[in-house]
């Protein structure tokens, strides 16, 4: 299977994308993961990149395809991936396009609304837990239950922040969908559901469609 994971930011696909590579054994690939590699490797790729975000300036589309172009010709990749946070535009899908061929999309869909209501409860710890109030609330309030330490809402997750990052995706990102239903490659799920009912309804759907 080559997935591609579509959906607004708190959708949950970055969740289903791990629990969908563990039930088929795929690689997760996630494009903060390999800008985090390359720069800690101090490839020619991510000293270039960090260039770029030092700035403060987006890292331009020809360097991130080369990275994720890199990533999905290792061996690991071989039996199938799932891709997130990438492509986030039409212009690096067609380049997607050059490198392989994505098998399937699924997009998580949810409302901005309940986008908005989940991402100004979710709380993140230093170790990398993360929590919701409303779905997953940690057994003792604004405490981490891994590590004890204090958890905090971060900068993007307040409302004008988040409806800032809905429009960028409703903007850059969604015509995606439009591009790959022409291919036929499209699967739409209701992120509306729990975190297993939207696991179970892709999994229902890759059923049938492999």
Same mark, same amino acid.
């Given at each position: 299977m080559k997935?591609?994971?579509?959906?607004?930011?708190? +959708?949950?696909?970055?969740?289903? +994308? =791990?629990?969908?590579c563990k039930k088929y054994s795929l690689v997760h690939i996630a494009t903060g993961d390999i800008f985090r590699k390359e720069f800690s490797e101090k490839s020619k790729l991510g000293v270039l990149a960090k260039s770029y975000m030092d700035k403060g300036d987006l890292v331009p589309?020809? &360097?991130? &395809?080369?990275?994720?172009?890199?990533?999905?010709?290792?061996?690991?990749?071989?039996?199938? !991936?799932?891709?997130?946070? !990438?492509?986030?535009?039409?212009?690096?899908?067609?380049?997607?396009e050059k490198i392989c061929a994505i098998d399937y999309v699924v997009e998580i869909h949810c409302p901005d609304e309940q986008i908005v209501e989940r991402l100004e409860g979710r709380l993140v710890c230093k170790c990398g837990a993360t929590y919701n109030i409303v779905t997953n609330s940690p057994k003792v309030c604004g405490i981490c239950d891994e590590c004890g330490d204090r958890l905090y809402q971060r900068d993007?997750?307040?409302?004008? +922040?988040?409806?800032?990052?809905?429009? &960028?995706?409703?903007?850059?990102?969604?015509?995606?969908?439009? !591009?790959?239903?022409?291919?036929?490659?499209? =699967?739409?799920?209701?992120?509306?559901?729990?975190?297993?009912?939207? !696991?179970?309804? =892709?999994?229902s759907e890759l059923s049938r469609k492999f």
């Amino acid at each position: 299977m080559k997935l591609l994971f579509l959906g607004p930011p708190g +959708a949950g696909k970055g969740t289903q +994308a =791990i629990s969908v590579c563990k039930k088929y054994s795929l690689v997760h690939i996630a494009t903060g993961d390999i800008f985090r590699k390359e720069f800690s490797e101090k490839s020619k790729l991510g000293v270039l990149a960090k260039s770029y975000m030092d700035k403060g300036d987006l890292v331009p589309n020809d &360097i991130t &395809i080369k990275m994720v172009k890199k990533r999905l010709s290792q061996d690991d990749c071989v039996n199938g !991936f799932v891709l997130d946070g !990438f492509p986030r535009d039409v212009s690096q899908a067609e380049s997607l396009e050059k490198i392989c061929a994505i098998d399937y999309v699924v997009e998580i869909h949810c409302p901005d609304e309940q986008i908005v209501e989940r991402l100004e409860g979710r709380l993140v710890c230093k170790c990398g837990a993360t929590y919701n109030i409303v779905t997953n609330s940690p057994k003792v309030c604004g405490i981490c239950d891994e590590c004890g330490d204090r958890l905090y809402q971060r900068d993007d997750d307040k409302s004008e +922040a988040i409806r800032k990052r809905l429009e &960028i995706y409703h903007g850059t990102t969604e015509p995606l969908i439009a !591009f790959y239903k022409l291919k036929g490659k499209y =699967i739409m799920i209701n992120g509306m559901q729990s975190i297993d009912g939207v !696991f179970n309804s =892709i999994v229902s759907e890759l059923s049938r469609k492999f």
